[in-house]
């Protein structure tokens, strides 16, 4: 078996970059003026405006609301969007295509 020992910082990256242009488009959208006054409600009505995007996107917003609500230290987790497949489905999915990578096993 081959570990990788790149990739995190990139994808770490990308998670705050998605979350960044959430986060700015619920305080556009609602005039907010910190990142405190967002809630559940504020994601809610983020997942009904971006019905567009693809389960692999939505996902990836999804991991982004969970380590705000792990970084604030909220209860519990954030609103799910609703997807053609289980969220747990594609988050098993993704994990063990980024710890495998195809041709590498």
Not at 1 to 18: E, F, N, P, S
Not at 40 to 67: E, P, S, T, V
Not at 79 to 95: A, I
Request: with cysteine; aromatic share 14%.
């Amino acid at each position: 078996m081959v570990y990788l020992k790149h990739g995190h910082k990139a994808h770490r990256r990308k998670d705050i970059r998605t979350l960044t242009e959430a986060f700015l488009w619920i305080a556009r959208t609602y005039s907010l003026n910190s990142v405190d006054q967002i809630g559940a409600n504020h994601m809610i009505k983020f997942w009904q405006r971006h019905r567009y995007l693809d389960d692999y996107q939505l996902c990836c917003y999804w991991r982004g609301f969970r380590a705000y609500y792990e970084i604030i230290k909220r209860s519990g987790e954030p609103p799910r969007p609703r997807t053609s497949q289980s969220l747990d489905e594609l988050l098993l999915r993704e994990t063990v295509t980024r710890r495998f990578p195809a041709g590498l096993n």
